[in-house]
């Protein structure tokens, strides 16, 4: 008998929900110190996932969720540079 394969979940650091990996969208920290959007989810490093929407990603800024995932502080102008990737992405959906 085969069994159901699992599903992987991860947390929305802006939300806080759980939901399906390849749901959300992961901004990852490279091993060079570079913070940027993982649209693949296969890039080495070490990751903080975020669910396609802006609310969420404001939720994580103001909540400090992906500065505590990543383990690092992370600069204000990444932060710009993420919300409009994010927007290019919600208005490809």
């Given at each position: ?5 699992k599903i992987?979940?991860r947390q929305?650091?802006g939300?806080?929900e ?11 920290k490279t091993p060079?110190d ?7 989810g ?10 396609p ?7 994580a ?21 993420l ?5 290019k992405i919600?208005?490809?959906?």
């Amino acid at each position: 008998m085969k069994t159901k394969n699992k599903i992987p979940m991860r947390q929305c650091t802006g939300c806080r929900e759980m939901k399906s990996k390849k749901e959300m969208i992961r901004v990852l920290k490279t091993p060079e110190d570079e913070i940027v959007l993982d649209t693949t989810g296969r890039k080495n490093g070490r990751g903080a996932y975020v669910c396609p929407s802006t609310e969420c990603l404001d939720k994580a800024i103001r909540n400090h969720g992906i500065e505590r995932s990543l383990k690092t502080s992370v600069p204000e102008e990444v932060y710009e540079d993420l919300k409009k990737e994010l927007s290019k992405i919600e208005k490809q959906q």
